[in-house]
């Protein structure tokens, strides 16, 4: 489902609503809320309308759990590092319990952090499906999203929860949720803006499925609840 904005602003009220409704649901029907963050330049202006009221103040944060959908393989203190991104934008700011937040490993091996990361998850999920309650997701320019990447090894991973990937051009690994952990998700929500992603958008949802060119197409969720939060700049050719 498309909700389409004037502004990246409107948008990511939209989505902070959302993110809000779905925190309280999850919290009613089974006492805790679960969380798969993004990071990138889109959510930002989200996390940081979450960081204040009434956000701040109505979302049950001392229920939620907190994790990342994919992390690069560098320390927690460097600038690239989506979970330090995500704590000076919204976590330093709200009441999440120290010990419900689970950022990825950038500071040991990158195979090493996957099997931790996916071991932590296994632990939160015992006993019950292992659903997100909702994951939050950004679209690159080449059709990447979590660290999904055009035609890398991990897009044809079907057991594991969390795989290491090496990016050639960046010389870089990366940790990242598998497409079919993702899709276990009750809800899925995408955020991107701007012009720069019209193409790829009209590309991942109308063009011809070829995941491995376009690993976002690799998002279906089994059950869940696909969403777009996007404004008229990005949504132009799809709409």
């Known amino acids: 489902m498309f909700h389409i904005y004037s502004t990246s602003e409107q948008a990511s009220q939209a989505l902070a609503s959302y993110f809000a409704e779905a925190a309280k649901e999850a919290v009613q029907t089974q006492g805790r809320f679960t969380v798969a963050l993004t ?14 009221s009434p956000y701040r103040d109505s979302i049950p944060w001392n229920k939620t ?7 690069r393989s560098v320390p927690f203190n460097d600038s690239r590092n ?21 950022p990825m490993s950038g ?16 632990k939160h999920f015992a006993g019950q499906p292992p659903q997100f309650d909702l ?9 990447h999203t979590a660290s999904l990447f055009p035609y890398t ?17 960046q010389q870089m690994y990366r940790i ?11 809800k899925i929500a995408f955020i991107l803006f701007g012009s720069s992603k ?29 969403h777009w939060f996007i404004d008229e700049a990005a949504a132009h050719l799809v709409k």
């Open 135 to 143: 994951i939050l997701l950004g679209l690159g320019e080449n059709g």
């Open 65 to 71: 759990f907190v994790f990342w959908g994919d992390e």
């Open 153 to 169: 090894p991990v897009l044809e991973e079907k057991e594991r929860w969390v795989k290491e990937v090496y990016l050639t051009d």
């Open 82 to 102: 989506n979970a330090k991104m995500t704590f000076e934008a919204l976590l330093n700011h709200v009441p999440v319990p120290k010990d419900q937040i689970y």
């Open 107 to 122: 500071e040991i091996p990158a195979d090493e952090s996957a099997r931790q990361y996916e071991g932590i998850l296994q």
């Open 39 to 52: 990071g990138g330049s889109s959510p930002k202006q989200l996390y940081q309308i979450l960081a204040n």
């Open 198 to 226: 019209a193409q790829v958008l009209y590309d991942v949802v109308k063009g011809k499925y070829q995941p491995d060119f376009l690993p976002a197409q690799l998002i279906k969720p089994s059950s869940g609840k696909l």
């Open 176 to 186: 990242t949720l598998t497409a079919p952990f993702i899709n276990q998700a009750k």
